[in-house]
């Protein structure tokens, strides 16, 4: 089995106005494209700068399709519940004409609850609503007429529906996603049971893909992408970084792992947190011992929780792709970014 194809992330979360954050996340783009990489994931959120300030994950993915020309672009995630699944069939449709069969659908059931009042949606019935809204998205993805009608969207989806990726915390939700032949996203945000607080990540999600793996049908190709915190610096910004990184690890350890903070040290604060931070030899370290990512097919890095700056992120980007994906085998360049394109047709076994 080869290493995972290396990808981008982003929640555009810099210290900037809108229009700065989109510039950036773009230049981002473009540097991951340069640096090899096969994929980049936007995230989609609602309502305020401080979860991530982009709504529209397709307007920004259309910029990128004009600016790029190998890197596959892909939703990390649209969260269906709340969003109109026509309207967004149609918008990744567009962007997949544009940019030349290179988009990838990320979708969740999920999204941050007090944004499902203003859609007029209860965050209670998030699972009611995916469900509903995943089979009207599919159907229109797959050219079948919508809501019982004879429209079909335009233009024609050809073949995104099998580009779809299921993002989930469970078990459950892992052999759903096996089941329906899509592609699984793992998050690092992961929960930690409570029974387990102090899991690592991969503690939890090596079942998630293994439940998922056993679900596909038979020959169906695994598309499984885990999604980490890196940031690669050189040796000469290394205390620096440390330094701005500890407030943001404080609160992800807080918000997103469940670990009370007061007390723990940075490396503490690194290790609940699965972040992978330092110089090329100190990442590359950390990340040969996640298990779960030499599960993956794909594997995709964002600097968040920690604050970098824009030039940090555009340096660690280039890291990741000159240094440390060499090392760790991880899948570069044009031949990664054709095979992302195609990965939902090569069966089981064949790479």
Do not use: C, K
Not at 120 to 140: C, I, K, N, Q, S
Not at 281 to 287: G, H, I, M
């Amino acid at each position: 089995m080869t290493g995972p194809r290396l990808g981008f992330f982003t929640r555009l979360l810099e210290d900037a106005p809108p229009a700065d954050r989109y510039r950036f996340a773009l230049e981002q783009i473009d540097q991951a494209e340069r640096a090899g990489f096969a994929s980049a994931w936007i995230a989609q959120h609602h309502f305020g700068a401080h979860e991530g300030g982009l709504p529209s994950p397709f307007v920004l993915l259309a910029a990128a399709a004009q600016r790029t020309s190998r890197i596959g672009l892909a939703t990390g995630v649209v969260t269906l519940p709340i969003d109109d699944p026509l309207r967004a069939a149609e918008d990744a449709s567009v962007v997949d004409a544009l940019s030349g069969g290179r988009v990838q659908l990320g979708v969740a059931a999920g999204g941050t609850p007090s944004s499902f009042a203003a859609f007029g949606r209860d965050p209670g019935d998030r699972r009611e609503l995916f469900a509903e809204h995943f089979a009207v998205f599919l159907d229109a993805l797959s050219g079948r007429g919508v809501r019982g009608t004879d429209s079909r969207i335009y233009p024609p989806a050809d073949g995104l529906a099998d580009r779809v990726w299921q993002a989930t915390f469970s078990v459950d939700g892992g052999r759903r996603a096996g089941e329906s032949g899509d592609g699984l996203m793992l998050s690092r945000t992961q929960p930690r049971p409570e029974s387990a607080p102090d899991a690592r990540l991969e503690e939890i999600q090596l079942p998630i893909i293994e439940a998922y793996r056993a679900a596909l049908p038979s020959g169906a190709p695994a598309r499984v992408l885990a999604s980490r915190t890196a940031l690669v610096v050189d040796e000469e910004n290394r205390t620096r970084v440390l330094e701005i990184a500890e407030p943001g690890l404080r609160h992800a350890a807080r918000s997103a792992a469940g670990v009370d903070p007061d007390g723990l040290g940075l490396d503490d604060l690194i290790r609940v947190t699965d972040t992978h931070v330092g110089t090329v030899d100190e990442v590359v370290d950390s990340l040969s011992r996640d298990a779960a990512i030499g599960a993956s097919t794909d594997v995709s890095f964002q600097v968040h929780s920690i604050p970098a700056s824009h030039e940090i992120t555009l340096r660690s980007i280039e890291l990741l792709g000159s240094a440390v994906a060499p090392r760790l085998g991880y899948e570069t360049g044009a031949a990664a970014a054709d095979a992302l394109r195609t990965a939902h047709l090569t069966p089981q076994g064949v790479s």
